[in-house]
């Protein structure tokens, strides 16, 4: 199974230490032809500005949207989480656009707001130690979006079908858990597509 | 830190993770709004407000201090990446201000003249993060025990000279491999030795790396230097009068970020460097007074 992490800016080797430590095969990808082959991709946390202004510039946008499409699974955290809304508060140009989700960005305030609580997440864990920095928030979500993951009644992990994204940083622990959720949906995906 | 219903801020690894989103980007010293924007339409992953480029600040002589705060909220209402902002050596007053304001980093740096001449801020104490200059590993590990989140190369700031922070960046990942290969025993003799917190160095001992976000600062002047640094181990770059003092900031900041990500693809690198004009003038570091080096200030 291999797995690929979007290398072009943010925390891409924590990312490969947790799918590595979930059992996958990790894979940096930084231009569109390394996108070959890959049987699921990770968004990793970074400035979503930045990030999808370099995937426009690599042509990474197309490619990654028809895998999106696919039922290849996605995984976007924080940045990541941008990245593939359908939705973001204040401008009228979300960048992968596959996930049903409205968010908002730096939605809990500035750095000195950043924060981490332990969270139960549905499926995965009840006691999860989650790392939110200048973290978006989900404010919407579509009718074929599961909830995962609230913190006081607002929204920060879901799930539609093969595409995953939370507004905090699972890479930034040693728990294991999320992504291994992710590789469990990697492994259920390629067992569809081989049915 | 501080904790309200489970919920802490100020943490470490809070602190330390802002920096992790920051690898593999590119920090812009900006003095106003609209230099923000042309760093942020770049791809900066965070501006650094000021009143002056290091450059300037060499040029003008005198006491360089915190910039006025209506430059940083000025850039602050300008664009969404995170703000950073310079306190001088020591002035924990001028951080308390930076962090009451709401700016996302501090850099507790060398370019200002220093406040104090013998003690650096505990950072420890503040919710918000601080990024300090070194200029080998006991420096590094000096300023993450006053609570530091991110280091960076001091290099020599303002000059347009990458000498000095290759110098640097090289004298700390030396050292990281000296210290990872020695045996446990020789680690306290080490520690005495650079004038390195034990724990810490212990710490590089069994992981091999710094436990926060290592920058290149202090003379990056272009795309090729940008890629050196990536290539000698530095996880992103600060790039101070370089894009702003160049003939074309715009090409120059894109150039440069795209020369961070793909540090390795040098035939995209020469297309990029194409006829970007002239970069900042630059000045030969031999030629600048003992006194006038930046680098030694703090210690």
Redesign the interface.
């Known amino acids: 199974m291999k797995i690929g992490v979007l290398?072009?800016?943010?925390?891409?080797?924590?990312h490969v230490r947790m799918l590595e430590k979930a059992g996958a095969e990790v894979f940096l990808v930084?231009r569109k032809e390394q996108l070959e082959g890959l049987d699921g991709l990770v968004i990793p946390?970074?400035?979503s500005?930045?990030i999808a202004?370099?995937m426009h510039?690599y042509d990474l946008m197309e490619p990654i949207q028809e895998m999106g499409r696919r039922g290849v699974p996605l995984f976007g955290t924080?940045?990541g989480l941008i990245v593939l809304a359908a939705r973001i508060e204040g401008t009228d140009t979300p960048h992968l656009g596959l996930l049903d989700i409205t968010v908002q960005?730096?939605a809990f305030?500035?750095?000195?707001?950043?924060?981490?609580?332990?969270l139960a997440i549905k499926g995965v864990a009840e006691d999860f130690e989650a790392?939110?920095?200048?973290a978006p928030l989900i404010t919407e979500v579509g009718n074929a979006s599961d909830v995962l993951c609230e913190i006081d009644g607002r929204i920060v992990v879901v799930k539609q079908g093969h595409l995953l994204g939370a507004s905090f940083?699972p890479e930034?622990?040693e728990d294991a858990r999320l992504h291994s959720y992710f590789v469990e949906m990697v492994k259920a995906a390629q067992r569809k597509r081989s049915a | 830190m501080s904790q309200v219903n489970g919920i802490a801020t100020g943490t470490n690894r809070v602190k330390r993770g802002m920096a992790e989103m920051q690898k593999g980007g590119v920090i812009m010293d900006v003095v106003n709004a609209e230099q923000a924007k042309i760093a942020e339409e770049a791809g900066a992953v965070a501006v650094m407000a000021l009143e002056r480029v290091p450059s300037d600040i060499r040029a003008a002589g005198g006491v360089a201090r915190m910039a006025d705060p209506t430059i940083v909220e000025e850039v602050m209402k300008a664009v969404s990446i995170p703000v950073m902002a310079k306190a001088r050596i020591g002035h924990y007053v001028e951080a308390r201000i930076l962090e009451a304001m709401g700016v996302d980093y501090i850099d507790e740096s060398e370019v200002l003249t220093p406040a104090d001449d013998f003690y650096h801020i505990d950072k420890n104490a503040f919710t918000v993060p601080f990024v300090c200059g070194a200029r080998d590993l006991g420096e590094a590990l000096r300023r993450i025990g006053e609570g530091a989140s991110m280091i960076r190369t001091k290099g020599e700031p303002g000059t347009g000279n990458i000498v000095e922070a290759v110098k640097h960046m090289r004298m700390m990942m030396s050292q990281i491999r000296q210290v990872q290969g020695m045996s446990r025993d020789e680690l306290m003799a080490e520690a005495k030795k650079i004038g390195a917190p034990y724990e810490l160095l212990l710490q590089i001992h069994e992981t091999g790396k710094l436990p926060v976000v290592n920058f290149a600062a202090g003379g990056v002047a272009t795309p090729a230097d940008a890629a050196l640094m990536m290539q000698l181990g530095s996880d992103g770059v600060f790039v101070g009068s370089g894009i702003f003092k160049s003939d074309h900031p715009e090409k120059f900041a894109r150039a440069i970020v795209q020369a961070t990500t793909h540090y390795e693809d040098y035939t995209l690198i020469a297309e990029l460097s194409k006829g970007l004009g002239a970069p900042m003038k630059g000045i030969e570091i031999s030629s600048l007074e003992p006194s006038a080096r930046m680098q030694e200030r703090g210690w």
């Open positions: 290398a072009l800016q943010g925390a891409v080797q924590e930084k946390g970074g400035e500005t930045t202004k370099l510039l924080c940045a960005r730096n305030g500035r750095q000195r707001e950043s924060f981490e609580a332990k790392v939110f920095i200048r940083h930034l622990t």
